[in-house]
């Protein structure tokens, strides 16, 4: 079992910058796969962000490249989201996710992961 749990959701302004974190309590961290959706009111919930396990590289959706960034820290077990030049269209819940086998290919479908957060609200006014 792993448990995931959000952190530093909020309200902020166009173009401001906002950092998520995301705390899981896996004894084996370094073996999963990490990965931020994010689900705004009658929409779909969206691929944002992955990160595979330690030195496998990172991945984003193409609305948030270049304005987002997706770290980890294997020694605290857990994982970051940077998000600069935020617009109002990323006002969403975003939630952490986490899984042990992840195949690359499908590696930005929420189908692919287990364990999941409760969600943090982020909201950005224009």
């Known amino acids: 079992q792993v448990q995931l749990v959000e952190s530093g959701g909020g309200l902020v302004q166009a173009g401001d910058s906002l950092s998520l974190s995301c705390a899981a309590s896996a004894q084996t961290f370094s073996r999963y796969t990490m990965a931020w959706f994010r689900q705004a009111p009658g929409k779909e919930r969206e691929f944002v962000a992955a990160i595979r396990r330690s030195g496998g590289g990172t991945f984003y959706a193409d609305s948030v490249k270049g304005r987002f960034t997706m770290s980890r820290d294997n020694a605290k077990n857990t994982v970051h989201l940077q998000m600069n030049r935020l617009k109002p269209e990323d006002t969403a819940v975003y939630s952490c996710?986490?899984?042990?086998?992840?195949?690359?290919?499908?590696?930005?479908?929420?189908?692919?992961?287990?364990?999941w957060g409760q969600g943090t609200q982020v909201t950005v006014s224009s």
């Open positions: 996710a986490a899984s042990s086998t992840v195949i690359l290919s499908a590696i930005n479908a929420p189908t692919q992961y287990g364990y």
